[in-house]
């Protein structure tokens, strides 16, 4: 439990690194619910890290380096905090599934891998990770969540989802400006979240099970609880790769505009 403490309040990302991977290695036994939740409340962060409004971020595009340098930036946030937010889940609500708690430790240890390759990336461009603005929506959107169930199906199987939908145009993106590099990390990064998608689709059809319900009809109260009517997608759905997550049409269909 330590470890997953430390996973989200140290401020240090190498040592947040180091410890995130090794889980993937460690031994895996109940985790009790905290109640005293004020120490991570906002995940740890390198002094003068700057934290802003989703509204105040500054635009990304392909036009030029430095702009796909701060897209770069952005996406590492975004897998900064999918590091920390397994983490926040099981802390937050306990859990005595050992294959869910398992699953998580994987997610944990292949999220810093990808911050990782993203970091080291930036660095090579001559931009170093925190130097631009970001903001914590998801860290936020978390923290809305009441449940274990909540959780999963708000943070991987829709928000997190999304990255299903615009990944492979930015891997294209990224090879038409002539960086394979980056084009190579954003196909890892694709692979592996289908995967994390895919455990939460099949936690979702668990829970679906035990409650005598489907899948569908879970994932749809679930996201309407949560958002009311405004589940539609503002971006085109990438069927294929929602496909291979284990979405079916019905859960595609309802989000789709």
Known sequence: MQKLIRTITTGDLNEKIEIASSLINEPVSPILKLTDTELFKIPGRPAGFQITHPRSVPKRNFRDSKNRS??????????????ELPALCLLRFGSNNESFIKRQFQIIAEEAKHFSLLKDRLHDLGCEFGSVPVHIGLWDYAWRCKSELEHQIIIPCYLEARGLDVTPDFIKKFNEVEDPESAAIMQIILNEEVHHVKMGIE?????????????????????????????????PINRHYRKLAGFNDEQISMIED
């Open 70 to 83: 701060h897209f770069l930036h952005a996406i590492a946030n975004i897998e900064l905090l999918a590091i």
């Open 203 to 235: 936690y979702m059809e668990q829970i679906a099970e035990v409650q005598n319900t489907t899948a569908s009809k879970l994932y749809e109260k679930t996201l309407k609880n949560f958002f009311g009517d405004k589940i539609k997608s503002k971006i």
